[in-house]
């Protein structure tokens, strides 16, 4: 049963604190996701990935968010430093090419104290 | 900028009733998306629909997309307690493009 996996799926950090969140999109999907979503905005496209170059980060705050792939296996999202207002659930999805269907992961629950 | 609006915020149906969600777009959409997301998991595609007045269906679920590809509709008929979440439109910002903003959601709730 193909799946996308994230990891943490929970973190507790205090503000200042750099946090990383990982994602294993699902073998031989191309295309990676970053989703943030929130009570407030809902969910949002942070940015980007097919074959490992990113397409669009246009949606991720620059000075703080950093995303990567540093191979076809793993998706990175960083944020260095935290703040509260980035508490939210972060959701990673994979897909193939331009298929309409993207597969999203279980999220991971961040929280900025 | 492209929004996307759903109506109604929530839904409480008993269960074996009909419901209907709406997702309405200020502009033409080109691809329109539904998802299904439980409390704590991530979102599950439901349908995907792209020419004006295409419907489909799967199981007890009918999307449609208007002639004008502006307004789509999630029909559930025969609701069950397995239906209950949130439900998410979501459509493509330009045409050929896998870049997706989302509606608001709708949090349905089934009860016995």
């Known amino acids: 049963d193909a799946r996308v996996t994230q990891t943490p799926r929970h973190k507790v950090t205090e503000m200042g604190q750099e946090v990383t969140m990982r994602c294993q999109p699902i073998l031989g999907h191309n295309t990676v996701f970053w989703y943030r979503q929130t009570m407030m905005q809902g969910l949002e496209l942070l940015a980007y990935?097919?074959?490992?170059?990113?397409?669009?980060d246009s949606g991720m705050p620059k000075d703080r968010f950093s995303a990567e792939m540093p191979d076809a296996t793993l998706a990175t999202l960083k944020i260095q430093p935290s703040e509260p207002r980035d508490s939210a659930v972060y959701f990673c999805?994979?897909?193939?090419?331009?298929?309409?269907?993207?597969?999203f992961g279980p999220g991971t629950r961040l929280t900025v104290t | 900028s492209q929004e996307l609006e759903q109506s109604p915020q929530s839904l409480i149906v008993q269960e074996g009733k009909n419901l209907t969600i709406n997702c309405t777009s200020s502009k033409t959409l080109y691809g329109l998306y539904w998802y299904k997301q439980k409390y704590g998991e991530g979102l599950i595609f439901l349908m995907m629909l792209q020419k004006g007045g295409e419907e489909k269906s799967h199981e007890k679920i009918t999307a449609k997309l208007d002639e004008k590809k502006q307004q789509s509709s999630l029909h559930i008929t025969a609701s069950q307690p397995s239906h209950a979440g949130i439900y998410l439109c979501?459509?493509?910002?330009?045409?050929?493009?896998?870049?997706?903003?989302f509606g608001t959601g709708t949090r349905l709730q089934v009860f016995p």
């Open positions: 979501g459509a493509a910002k330009t045409y050929n493009t896998d870049k997706l903003i």
């Open positions: 999805a994979s897909g193939f090419d331009r298929s309409y269907e993207q597969y």
């Open positions: 990935f097919r074959n490992r170059a990113p397409l669009d």
